[in-house]
């Protein structure tokens, strides 16, 4: 500094780091260059500044002269190309995966029910003729509601039935099951049978009340 | 203050918008030397400044969407190239692989000896480590200015910001620069026969 005005310094630096970065030669630049020749510190400070602009010029020219590799941008595309779909795509997937197991729970389940459900053939004097639409096979309907059979837990009939047992007295014509050979052709008509077993007696087990 | 977008670059944007990849493989060479040169500039290394480049396009392209094809993307992938360049060199600042007999060769004062090649080297890792502590905004300039050569108009033209404040960024990154390594002790590294620490003070020597 100048003996007695300390902000001299500070207020040359800026015009001096121009003049020796850019070779800026502004209306400052002599009196910042006169100063410098009278203030040591300015001139340590400016020749250190000096060497890191030096030492910066020598980075720079290395990194001028760098390039990527040729296969640089077959490893961005494949890195953009694994990436996971935009946000509105999986939450389509997702709608749609949801939406299939919505149909599933509607179409497929109340027909893989049907099926487990499948009673015997048609009773005489209802309004489906047993004879004349063929014995449906009973033994599916047999297994469900004659359980002295030994062939289905009382589990499964608890399902079936909306039970909680199979031991309580039910109303045969209550009863709405799909033979298993007509389940998929005949569903209404198999609805309206009531169960049977595979001798055309009427099914003693009940629907809850 | 923001920077013109030419209408080649919009282009560009507006095709990787629209998930075409052809447009995203223009809009990586046009900008691949900017990013990679940014990032082998402050790393020294060439494979992580190839991970730098795979990840900031990377992050371009997941973010397609949201550029815009009225504002140049040069500001963000340079910020970007700059903050995977910086968390990098934090995770593993010893582990950056020193330069290779290639990389020497082109140095202009390659024909010095080991022991001068091994101080400019040392010189030169003192100086990336210490920009790597200045502030983002001055990285940035020091990174635009000084490694990739542009010209004040033009480093304010890529940042969007006025060229005075380009200048004044780059006298504080510099005041900031030699007094963070002048602390250290590193001033001699950077040019191999300086003393060390230098006061700064006010006191001025008469003529």
């Given at each position: ?102 149909l599933a729970a509607v179409v497929v389940m109340p027909a893989a029910f049907g ?95 | ?31 691949r030397a900017l990013v990679y040169r940014t990032a082998f500039g402050l790393t ?164």
């Amino acid at each position: 500094m100048i003996l007695g005005r300390p902000s001299a310094c500070p207020r040359h630096r800026a015009a001096l780091l121009d003049f020796v970065d850019r070779r800026e030669h502004g209306p400052g630049t002599d009196v910042a260059l006169a100063h410098l020749d009278r203030c040591r510190s300015c001139e340590t400070e400016l020749s250190e500044i000096a060497l890191l602009i030096t030492a910066l010029r020598r980075i720079q020219a290395e990194v001028r002269l760098v390039e990527p590799s040729q296969d640089a941008w077959e490893r961005v595309r494949l890195v953009a190309a694994r990436r996971p779909p935009a946000p509105w795509r999986w939450r389509m997937s997702l709608g749609a995966t949801m939406a299939g197991a919505a149909l599933a729970a509607v179409v497929v389940m109340p027909a893989a029910f049907g099926r487990l459900a499948a009673p015997g053939p048609p009773m005489a004097g209802d309004g489906a003729s047993g004879t004349a639409d063929g014995p449906p096979a009973a033994a599916v309907a047999l297994r469900v509601y004659d359980p002295p059979a030994g062939r289905l837990t009382a589990g499964v009939v608890t399902i079936l039935a909306g039970d909680d047992g199979i031991n309580r007295p039910r109303q045969a014509r209550t009863l709405t099951f799909l033979p298993a050979a007509t389940d998929r052709h005949e569903p209404e008509r198999a609805r309206r049978w009531p169960a049977t077993t595979s001798e055309g007696t009427p099914i003693r087990a009940t629907t809850p009340d | 203050m923001s920077r013109e977008i030419d209408p080649a670059e919009a282009d560009l944007l507006r095709r990787m918008r629209a998930d075409d990849l052809d447009g995203f493989e223009a809009f990586f060479v046009r900008y691949r030397a900017l990013v990679y040169r940014t990032a082998f500039g402050l790393t020294g290394d060439h494979g992580a400044a190839e991970e730098i480049l795979q990840d900031t396009f990377e992050r371009a392209y997941r973010h397609r969407s949201t550029l815009r094809p009225d504002v140049s993307p040069v500001p963000w992938l340079h910020r970007v190239a700059l903050n995977l360049t910086y968390s990098r060199l934090g995770r593993r600042r010893v582990a950056t692989r020193p330069f290779s007999e290639f990389d020497l060769a082109t140095l202009p004062d390659a024909s010095s000896g080991p022991a001068e090649q091994a101080e400019q080297q040392e010189a030169r890792r003192a100086v990336r480590e210490g920009v790597a502590r200045l502030s983002p905004k001055h990285q940035g300039v020091v990174a635009l200015y000084y490694l990739h050569g542009l010209s004040v108009q033009e480093t304010s033209a890529i940042l969007g910001i006025r060229p005075g404040t380009v200048k004044s960024r780059l006298h504080y990154a510099l005041g900031s620069l030699r007094t963070n390594l002048a602390a250290e002790a590193r001033l001699g590294e950077v040019w191999g026969t300086l003393p060390g620490p230098v006061p700064t003070g006010e006191a001025e020597a008469g003529p």
